[in-house]
């Protein structure tokens, strides 16, 4: 079983900046899975945030936070991050790691943004944002 471990939560201004981490423990290695990035506020349900291809290739956005945040990963260091400039108030939720096991080459693009593909996820790690 896959443990993934999210840090770099915290809470921040309006208008500041954090940057998530996400890496597995033990000796998994994550380089040739996708990775993916929700969010989770009380009382709602869990929406995607950002992805990555395993070869950093093609990176996926939701619409809320493009332009704003950033997923990269740096397989030399089996991590994964997500920066997160220009933080709103709506941001402010659980932030939760989660990898894709399986390449599915053309198909990702169409179910990377839900969560059904995604076989290993994190305890997820607080981000909340003030005004």
């Known amino acids: 079983q896959v443990q993934l471990v999210e840090s770099g939560g915290g809470s921040v201004q309006a208008g500041g900046s954090l940057r998530l981490s996400c890496a597995p423990s033990?000796?998994?290695?994550?380089?040739?899975?996708?990775m993916g990035w929700f969010r989770q506020a009380p009382e709602k349900e869990r929406e995607f945030v950002a992805a990555?291809?395993?070869?950093?290739?093609?990176?996926y956005y939701a619409d809320s936070v493009k332009g704003r945040f950033t997923i990269s990963r740096d397989n030399a260091k089996n991590t994964v991050y997500l920066q997160m400039n220009s933080l709103k108030p709506e941001d402010t939720a659980v932030y939760y790691c989660?990898?894709?096991?399986?390449?599915?080459?053309?198909?990702?693009?169409?179910?990377?943004?839900?969560?059904?593909?995604?076989?290993?996820w994190g305890q997820g790690t607080q981000v909340t944002v003030s005004s």
């Open positions: 033990g000796r998994t290695v994550i380089a040739t899975y996708t």
């Open positions: 989660a990898a894709d096991k399986d390449p599915r080459g053309p198909l990702l693009q169409a179910v990377v943004r839900t969560t059904a593909p995604y076989d290993y």
């Open positions: 990555i291809s395993w070869n950093g290739g093609s990176m």
